[in-house]
């Protein structure tokens, strides 16, 4: 039988929100948003020049007729959404690559406030830069869990009859996926390994689908997805701290 509760972990992001506006936690979420936002800048910016490209290609393919070129609208939208999916999950991506180093010290923060702990910020600095590599090396952990088998959703998904069944498979796994990303960084600090992090969600598998849900939909709303990184660490710690324990050993 799946254990946890759904509904206690659809909680957990709307308790991470709250988090990120604590005094003491606040710097560490302003920072790698900040970085975030000229990301997201700089990404629609080359990706609308791309897709200008490739609207004025295509309106050169097509007959010189004065109703047909007008139609050019038809190619802003259709390519406007194909920029809001890209932004959606490549930005989600490359946004937790950047940020790593701070989402880690924040969930090490958040977890001091979460058991009473004193907020102590006066290294945190030398902590952000010493934790860089192994920061970088985590996620790429759980880039290299994700893609086989996005791939084999994406294979399933274009099989007749069986794709029926890829869109709910799709969004289990992105919760899934939700949940295993931001409770890894308070589970990194405790040095629990990617492998056993499977494992202690696993135990509570209805919590860590209810928390990734929303974090899920959240990631595929433009602007939303700026602050909802942030917000998705707090809640991951906050899950972390009440469905698994801070004393949980590695692994």
């Not at 600095?125 to 952990?141: M, T």
Request: proline share 4%; hydrophobic share 55%; glycine share 10%.
């Amino acid at each position: 039988m799946l254990k946890g509760n759904f509904f206690r972990g659809l909680g957990y992001l709307g308790e991470g929100f709250r988090l990120i506006r604590q005094p003491g936690l606040r710097l560490f979420v302003i920072i790698p948003l900040v970085l975030n936002i000229v990301l997201f800048g700089l990404l629609f910016y080359f990706l609308a020049e791309l897709f200008t490209v490739m609207i004025a290609g295509a309106m050169a393919w097509l007959p010189d007729w004065t109703w047909l070129q007008a139609l050019d609208w038809l190619f802003w939208i259709l390519y406007g959404a194909v920029i809001l999916l890209m932004l959606a999950y490549g930005f989600v991506i490359v946004a937790n690559l950047i940020g790593s180093p701070f989402y880690g010290y924040l969930a090490e923060l958040t977890e001091k406030h979460l058991t009473g702990e004193e907020l102590n910020t006066d290294d945190s600095w030398q902590a952000i830069v010493k934790d860089i590599p192994r920061a970088l090396g985590r996620e790429v952990q759980k880039i290299l869990y994700y893609l086989p088998r996005a791939l084999g959703l994406f294979i399933i998904g274009i099989i007749p009859v069986v794709n029926l069944v890829a869109a709910v498979l799709w969004f289990l796994f992105n919760s899934w996926m939700m949940a295993l990303q931001y409770v890894d960084y308070p589970a990194d600090n405790h040095k629990v390994s990617f492998k056993g992090l499977r494992g202690l969600l696993g135990e509570t598998r209805l919590s860590a689908l209810g928390f990734g849900l929303p974090v899920a939909l959240a990631a595929m709303v433009p602007l939303l997805n700026l602050i909802v990184v942030p917000a998705a660490v707090c809640g991951g710690t906050a899950y972390w701290v009440r469905e698994k324990g801070a004393a949980r050993k590695s692994v």
